[in-house]
């Protein structure tokens, strides 16, 4: 290798290395606690073990997307990394699937009792924007 490119392969090395120290070691963004309650129908009743993601607007191809089930009081906490540690900050579009219960743990979940008007993230009409903090969410009432 020749001396005239010794300093500038060791000035690209250093920039590239310096890169890499902004990104977390794990390549995982910050996550904010996130919690809200999914209602159903006139009477505003829970939509207990419905599946609500978070899809991201300005990142739609990332593939770790903020989920969680909703619990029997309608309310839910996502999940992106490790179980209810919340979601990155950013603009979400939300989509719902409500399957029917399975009678025995061996059954498959049945069909979605929101017939798939919730399930398409491109179509929704339920946004949310995730603060850099904790965020309790108004509730989501599904007609």
């Not at 207990?48 to 300005?58: K, N, S």
């Amino acid at each position: 290798m020749s001396r005239p490119l010794r300093p500038v392969l060791l000035l690209l090395g250093m920039s590239l290395g310096g890169l890499c120290v902004s990104c977390s070691k794990d390549g995982r963004k910050p996550v904010f606690p996130v919690e809200g309650k999914v209602l159903v129908g006139k009477d505003r009743q829970p939509a207990t073990g419905a599946l609500i993601v978070f899809h991201p607007v300005d990142a739609p191809e990332d593939l770790n997307k903020p989920r969680a089930r909703v619990g029997d009081d309608g309310s839910f906490t996502l999940t992106t990394y490790t179980q209810n540690d919340g979601a990155p900050a950013g603009e979400y579009a939300i989509t719902i699937e409500w399957p029917t219960p399975k009678k025995t743990p061996f059954d498959r979940e049945g069909p979605d009792r929101l017939a798939g008007r919730y399930r398409n993230p491109k179509e929704s009409k339920i946004h949310f924007t995730i603060e850099a903090q904790p965020n309790s969410l108004p509730p989501i009432e599904l007609p």
